[in-house]
C-alpha cells in the first residue's frame, strides 16, 4: 500500500518552540497516520525535509554552527526512522533559506536548492549537490531571467525543472531546466491554459514555493500548486513538461478565508 512520511510533533512542542523530530507514516489507502518514531536529532539541527525514494527516505537537516553560519546535511532515514548522515555542505551565513529539496537516482546524489535571506525580490540562490558518498559543492543558480524557489528532479533522466513566474512581480510561468554544474537555467516552455479555459496563469499569484515531491510523472507531466491572485486558494495544476498546456487543475484549499487552509504551506507529497 503507499505510504507518505514526514516529520511532525505534538502542538504542545510547537507552542514551545521546538523544532519536530518525530517520524510520522501516512497509509494513503486507510487514510491512518502512524508514529514511526522520534528521529536523533542532535542539537542545533532541524528537519527541512524528507524526499521519498524506493526502499527508504532522504532526509534534509539544516545545522547552526554558531557565529550566524549555517549548513546542510544529507541523510538515509529508514522507514523504521534510523538516521544515518552521508554528507553536509560548507558553512554559509548568507543562503540559509531553504527552499527546495530533490533526489536524482540516475547519479545518486541529493540537490538542495536554498536562497539569500537578503535578496528578498531577486531571489539570489544556490543549488547544493551532496553525494552518496558524502562529497559536497555548490554552485550559483542563474537568477537574471528566473527567480527560482523550487525543484523538481526527473526520477528517470535525473534532470532537474523549476517552475518559475519569472522575475519578481512578474506572472510569465515558465518550466525551465537547472544544470547542477554550473547554474545556469535554460527555458522548456512556457505555461498556458487550453485556449478553451476561461482562466489563465496570470491570475496565478507569483508566489515562490509549490512544488511537489514526486511530482514528475513517467509520462512527463510535472505536478505543481498555485495560488489565485484574489482568494489565495490553492491550485493543484497537472502540466505538460515539454508544451507547458496545463492539462489538468483543480482548487485543493480547504480554507474559506484569505491566507488560511490546511496547504498554505504548499508541501506536498505525490504519492
Do not use: C
Not at 541529493?110 to 537578503?118: K, Q, T
Not at 528566473?146 to 526527473?154: A, C, F, M, Q
Not at 496565478?204 to 514555493?209: F, Q, V
Amino acid at each position: 500500500s503507499k505510504s507518505i512520511y514526514f516529520v511532525g510533533d505534538a502542538i504542545s512542542q510547537w507552542a514551545a518552540g521546538v523544532s519536530p523530530k518525530v517520524l510520522y507514516q501516512y497509509q494513503v489507502d486507510s487514510q491512518l497516520v502512524v508514529e514511526v518514531g522520534g528521529l536523533v536529532t542532535p542539537a542545533g539541527e532541524q528537519w527541512n525535509a524528507l524526499i521519498p525514494a524506493q526502499k527508504y527516505l532522504f532526509g534534509v537537516k539544516q545545522k547552526n554552527l554558531g557565529n550566524y553560519m549555517f549548513a546542510y546535511i544529507a541523510s538515509i532515514v529508514s522507514l523504521e526512522g534510523v538516521v544515518t548522515d552521508i554528507g553536509t555542505t560548507v558553512g554559509n551565513d548568507t543562503f540559509v533559506n531553504f527552499f527546495w529539496a530533490g533526489y536524482d537516482p540516475i547519479h545518486d546524489q541529493v540537490y538542495i536548492l536554498a536562497g539569500d535571506e537578503n535578496s528578498l525580490f531577486t531571489l539570489d540562490a544556490v543549488l547544493y549537490t551532496i553525494t552518496s558518498t558524502g562529497k559536497s559543492s555548490f554552485v550559483q543558480v542563474d537568477n537574471s531571467q528566473y527567480t527560482l524557489s523550487n525543484i523538481h528532479v526527473d526520477q528517470n533522466t535525473g534532470v532537474i525543472y523549476s517552475v518559475s513566474h519569472g522575475l519578481y512581480g512578474k506572472n510569465e510561468w515558465s518550466i525551465v531546466t537547472i544544470d547542477p554544474t554550473t547554474g545556469s537555467v535554460s527555458l522548456v516552455s512556457k505555461i498556458h491554459l487550453p485556449s478553451s479555459s476561461p482562466s489563465s496563469p496570470s491570475l496565478w499569484s507569483s508566489d515562490d514555493y509549490g512544488a511537489i515531491y514526486n511530482g514528475i510523472s513517467a509520462s512527463g507531466h510535472i505536478l505543481h500548486t498555485f495560488k489565485w491572485i484574489h482568494t489565495d486558494a490553492v491550485v493543484l495544476a497537472d502540466i505538460e513538461i515539454q508544451t507547458g498546456i496545463v492539462t489538468y487543475f483543480t482548487d485543493i484549499n480547504l480554507s474559506t478565508r484569505r491566507g488560511e487552509g490546511t496547504n498554505q504551506d504548499q508541501s506536498l507529497t505525490y504519492a
